[in-house]
């Protein structure tokens, strides 16, 4: 089967800095993207990797290991506006290309 | 980056009655476009993919006849839930497929769409 692993929840105070580890098991892998999604909202993208590496974008950064099936996401000054919720998302590969999903990671940024 | 929206964002339903969401890729053309639904706390699920000019793939367990989808431009996706019943409310979002140089896609999604049946 398909199966994507992450912390169920995170809690950190602001200014500190939080890493969302991510591994995963798919039948086939092109890309590892992260996703916010704050209450009673949609996603919104953060970033994407399908290189082995670090992406940086402002506060966030996201790392990619291929060989070993792992990711993370790095929030670095921690605001209380990053309490959401955060998932990892492999997109597949195939004719069908697809998103499979993380269950998510609950981020409770305190002051 | 790219923007799509959803109507309606919110709607409360007979049971029996069917409602039709619609999904717009406002500044950018998706030729594929994709149906999720939430259910509180939970992941996403994906329900189905929708290819502009034929037939949606399905994922396994969603019932093609009860939610209809159609992909007629390449900036439209609707999805009609027919005769909703209580278990079919949740929040159902959309995204579409914005392909990126180097051939990465990525995925936007619309704001959601909340869905109560009674």
């Known amino acids: 089967g398909q199966s994507l692993e992450q912390p169920s929840e995170v809690t950190a105070v602001e200014g500190a800095i939080v890493q969302i580890n991510c591994t995963y098991q798919?039948?086939?892998?092109?890309?590892l993207s992260w996703y916010q999604q704050h209450d009673g909202g949609a996603p919104t993208f953060l970033s994407y990797?399908?290189l082995d590496g670090l992406e940086e974008t402002g506060r966030f950064s996201s790392f990619l290991s291929r060989s070993d099936s792992y990711g993370y996401l790095l929030l670095q000054e921690l605001q209380m506006k990053d309490s959401a919720s955060y998932f990892c998302?492999?997109?597949?590969?195939?004719?069908?290309?697809?998103?499979?999903w993380g269950l998510g990671t609950s981020l409770a940024v305190n002051p | 980056g790219a923007v799509v929206s959803q109507h309606p964002s919110r709607v409360i339903c007979k049971s029996g009655t069917s409602v039709k969401i619609e999904c717009r890729s406002l500044?950018?053309?998706?030729?594929?476009m994709f149906w999720y639904r939430q259910f509180p706390k939970q992941s996403l699920m994906l329900m189905a993919t929708?290819?502009?000019?034929?037939?949606?793939?399905?994922e396994q367990g969603v019932e093609k006849d009860k939610f209809l989808i159609n992909h007629a431009s390449l900036t439209l996706s609707t999805l009609t839930v027919t005769s909703a019943h209580p278990e079919d409310s949740s929040f159902y979002i959309c995204?579409?497929?914005?392909?990126?140089?180097?051939?990465?896609?990525?995925?936007?999604f619309g704001p959601g769409t909340r869905l109560t049946v009674l």
């Open positions: 995204s579409a497929r914005e392909a990126l140089a180097g051939g990465a896609d990525t995925q936007y």
């Open positions: 500044d950018f053309q998706a030729t594929t």
């Open positions: 929708s290819n502009e000019g034929s037939k949606a793939t399905y």
């Open positions: 798919t039948s086939g892998f092109y890309g």
């Open positions: 990797n399908a």
């Open positions: 998302a492999v997109e597949t590969t195939g004719n069908n290309r697809k998103l499979i």
